[in-house]
């Protein structure tokens, strides 16, 4: 099993561009979660889904979007990029509530 | 609101040693999960342990080991045997919603001195 896998693990992005994060897990997992880390601080969820179909707002999600159309994949979409999106963004999956959330390698992402 | 406070921003334990990081949180929950993350430079979450608030027994792992106190809030984490493989930054977190997710501290950095 691959587990969680992210793609790009980095990338630079100019203000106002647009792009999306790739997430896939193999574990057939219902939940994933998109969080981002900035320098010093915890994890803070951007948005998550309970099924294919099915997603729902996280703490921080203003800029983002995010679709589910299959078990397996969870993009998140940035809009319209700002320098405050510069962070460290990491998928996650589980199996179920309560359950160990298996985290992606994690994308580093640059806004100038 | 929900949060989880790790009050020290970083540990120090000399290898072979055991040491203690502090987790307070604070939840109107009955029904959670707590968990101990550890990442290591290479940034990759791994998870250390886990602990469900209806279980009063403390969960152990090896040499890693939990003292909740639910009605304190209160779920530190003792390293016993401090290997050099250790040193990391540490994240308390607890789930408490059906989409299973994760409220995060702010984190502790551990350093291991040989």
């Known amino acids: 099993n691959a587990g969680v896998t992210q793609t790009p693990k980095f990338q630079v992005l100019k203000t106002g561009q647009s792009m999306t994060l790739q997430c896939a897990q193999d574990m057939n997992h219902e939940y994933m979660s998109w969080y981002r880390q900035d320098p010093g601080m915890g994890l803070r969820l951007i948005h998550y889904?309970?099924?294919?179909?099915?997603?729902d707002q996280g703490e921080v999600p203003n800029g983002y979007n995010v679709s589910r159309s299959t078990t397996e994949d969870f993009p998140l979409r940035l809009l319209s990029a700002a320098p405050s999106q510069t962070s460290v963004y990491f998928c996650?999956?589980?199996?179920?509530?309560?359950?160990?959330?298996?985290f992606g390698p994690g994308t580093r992402l640059t806004v100038t | 609101a929900q949060t989880v406070t790790q009050s020290q921003p970083e540990m120090s334990v000399q290898e072979a040693e055991t040491v203690t990081l502090s987790c307070t949180y604070d939840t109107s929950e009955s029904d959670y999960y707590l968990f101990w993350y550890k990442q290591p430079p290479s940034r990759q979450m791994i998870l250390v342990i886990r602990?469900?608030?209806?279980?009063?027994q403390n969960a152990t792992e090896n040499r890693f080991s939990v003292n909740f106190q639910k009605a304190a809030k209160s779920f530190s984490l003792k390293i016993s045997d401090s290997q050099l493989g250790d040193a990391a930054m540490y994240f308390c977190a607890y789930s408490i919603n059906a989409g299973n997710m994760l409220t995060f501290g702010g984190g502790t950095r551990l350093m291991v001195k040989p």
């Open positions: 602990q469900e608030a209806y279980k009063q």
């Open positions: 996650a999956s589980s199996y179920r509530r309560g359950y160990e959330q298996y």
């Open positions: 889904s309970v099924g294919a179909g099915i997603t």
